[in-house]
């Protein structure tokens, strides 16, 4: 396959350095353009692409190698610390009542994501609500109700509401009882204007202590134009990646994570309410690079 | 390299071509052009324009970027073919199956192809091979009660290919042009799923296999298209949320690695947010002014 190719032309070029102790302005080029197209082939926007390369070349440049470490390994800990930099950890999401409101595009996975974090929390002894205001997909409301019922989970819709807004009034009100109550809400794109101003709508109703962007693992250079309009609308304190269990390396949240200065909070893994993972850097870069484990031998050197 | 020189015109060589060429490898790269699709397409133009000769008064790189425009060009205008031709040319009943990993909108093209196959006089019948998804069966009934189409569905967890095959028998009995078949969303990581597609395939044995896919979709498309075209041979693709992408370099990807015509253009939730899809228009906003 083409990624793995990537993945060990990578790890080739490394190897070509590992014996070196000094390494020459050549050889860090070499790297980076190594590491350039790992990101490209990863999805992360080609901007952010070159100012991270930018930051990497330098640093591997003009920091001297810990004494005892090659090359190879000194370039590699520079790339790690970087991305750690950038992603930063897990979204803080205390275990205690809040509101959660779910944006994102159409088909990104909101309304299968608001199911697993509610089946998430109550595995953590809280107890979840969720609250569908998708008025327009058709089957939305039902999809979210068997959801919540295969999760076992608090849900609030109106199957013949035609006011998302309203219908999200009536939720919260509905689900006082709850500690965490969970938004879900129709899938809309920054071009689209009425249903961007709906979503301030909603916010401004549930008022939601975390907003939350639920991206596709496979979404391309779009993600910034996209994160940035519901940035700018609502607000984004996290970003959930779903489909991680395919083949996209999802570098559309890297994008994200930096255009609305957050992090990411929650990773799909699959269509279950059981597939849903806490987000954790080190393992997220791997992947994005392709390679095996970083943080093992950023903390070595 | 003197005659060239006596008639005004400079040889193109290969440093001449690096910085062009690498710029536009960055554009297609903003665009969603999957990175080995990109670099296979840019090699053939350098290969091209390698000891060619230009006029003084063009630059190198106003050539290399309309060398690339007639490449892109051939890559998107693959096996494009008339539609609705091809359907008419067919057997009735029609048998349309529809593929494609989650949620790219395989469900709502469908309802729009109905509605264009309306609109030019044909009559389908829709069959809901997603008997997995939660709220599957709800949502393609509510399109049909709508658009005012038969819907064939069974209970959830049944055999997808049995509610096609159910779809054609239907069709065939009530004299109905077209069958629209639904399946779940899958992605192409999962062995069981992809089989469980071949199934269907064989079972069914389509007229037409239509890959779905989104416009906002990046380098991952490579994969999945050639997977899902692996499984269950494609006949073309649909791309859809184009409203939501203003470059759609994923389309480029998918026809190259398929070898097969992207056909329509999604532009919206509406039933009439379906396009003809025009090889020319995307090339130009991927390279054009
Ligand atoms: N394989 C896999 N499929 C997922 C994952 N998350 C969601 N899906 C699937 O993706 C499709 C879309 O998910 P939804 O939850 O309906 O997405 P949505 O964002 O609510 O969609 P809209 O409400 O139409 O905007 C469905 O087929 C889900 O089963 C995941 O992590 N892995
Ligand atoms: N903006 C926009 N949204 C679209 C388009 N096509 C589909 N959608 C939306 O995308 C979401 C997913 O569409 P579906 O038709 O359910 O997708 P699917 O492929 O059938 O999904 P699964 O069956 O879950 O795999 C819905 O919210 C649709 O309204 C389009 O061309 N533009
Ligand atoms: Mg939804
Ligand atoms: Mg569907």
Redesign the pocket.
């Known amino acids: 396959m083409v990624l793995d190719d990537l993945g060990s032309s990578l790890r080739g070029t490394l190897n070509d350095l590992r014996g070196k102790s000094r390494i020459d302005e050549d050889d860090v080029g070499e790297v980076v353009k190594q590491i350039q197209r790992a990101l490209l082939q990863a999805d992360v926007e080609v901007g952010l692409v070159m100012e991270l390369s930018d930051s990497i070349e330098q640093r591997a440049l003009s920091e001297d190698p810990p004494a005892g470490t090659t090359a190879r390994d000194h370039v590699l800990k520079i790339v790690y610390e970087e991305l750690v930099e950038l992603v930063g950890e897990s979204t803080e999401l205390p275990l205690e009542p809040q509101t959660i409101m779910l944006a ?1 595009l ?8 608001a199911a697993k974090m509610a089946w998430w929390f109550s595995k953590k002894g809280l107890r979840p609500a969720v609250i569908q205001t ?1 008025t327009f ?1 058709p089957g ?1 409301y039902d ?1 979210a109700k068997q959801m919540c019922e295969r999760a076992e989970v608090e849900f609030y819709g109106d199957p013949d509401g035609d006011d998302p807004v309203e219908i999200a009034r009536e939720g919260m009100e509905a689900t006082e009882d709850a500690d965490v109550r969970i938004v879900d809400t ?2 809309r794109h920054a071009l689209e204007e009425d249903l961007i101003d709906e979503i301030e709508e909603i916010e401004a109703t549930v008022a939601p202590d975390v907003s939350l962007l ?1 991206l596709d693992a496979a979404i391309g250079q779009g993600a910034k134009d996209q994160a940035r309009e519901f940035e700018r609308s609502v607000g984004i304190e996290g970003v959930v990646i ?5 083949t996209a390396k999802g570098g559309g949240a890297l994008t994200a994570v930096n255009e609305t200065d957050s992090s990411i909070a929650f990773l ?4 279950t309410v059981k ?1 849903i993972e806490r987000f954790e850097p080190s393992g997220f870069i791997s992947r994005l690079l392709g390679m095996g484990d970083l943080k093992q031998l950023s903390e070595r050197v | 390299r003197a005659k060239a020189f006596a008639t005004g015109r400079i040889i193109i060589e290969e440093e001449d071509l690096e910085e062009p060429l690498w710029e536009l490898e960055m554009a297609l790269l903003e665009s969603d052009v999957e990175m080995s699709v990109a670099e296979r397409i840019l090699e053939n133009v350098r290969e091209n324009m390698l000891g060619e000769t230009r006029k003084q008064v063009e630059t190198t790189g106003e050539l290399v970027e309309s060398a690339l425009q007639d490449a892109l060009l051939d890559v998107i205008s693959v096996g494009q073919f008339d539609f609705q031709r091809r359907i008419e040319g067919a057997e009735p009943p029609v048998v349309i199956v529809f593929t494609g990993v ?2 790219v909108g395989k469900t709502t093209s469908i309802a729009k192809l109905s509605e264009w196959l309306a609109d030019r006089g044909y009559s389908s019948v829709l069959a809901n091979g997603d008997t997995y ?1 939660a709220g599957a069966n709800e949502q393609i009934s509510e399109h049909a009660d709508r658009l005012g189409r038969k819907l064939i569905s069974h209970e959830q967890g049944g055999d997808p290919a049995a509610v096609i095959y159910d779809g054609v028998e239907y069709a065939k009995a009530n004299d109905v042009d077209i069958v629209l078949g639904d399946t779940a ?1 899958r ?1 192409h990581t999962s062995d069981d799923l992809m089989s469980q597609l071949e199934k269907i395939d064989r079972v069914v044995d389509p007229d037409l296999t239509l890959f779905v896919d989104e416009a906002v979709a990046g380098q991952d498309a490579v994969q999945r298209a050639k997977q899902f075209n692996e499984a269950a041979e494609i006949d073309g693709t649909i791309l859809t949320k184009a409203d939501a992408d203003s470059s759609g370099g994923a389309a480029i990807s998918i026809a190259y690695v398929t070898g097969k015509p992207i056909l329509f253009l999604g532009t919206g939730q509406e039933y009439d947010d379906l396009e003809r899809f025009d090889p020319e228009e995307l090339v130009d906003r991927l390279v054009g002014e």
């Open positions: 994102g159409q088909g990104s996975g909101k309304t299968t994501t998708d997909r939305a999809q129709a899938g639920v779903t489909k991680l269990d395919g799909g893994t699959g269509e597939d | 989650n949620g998804r969303g992605l």
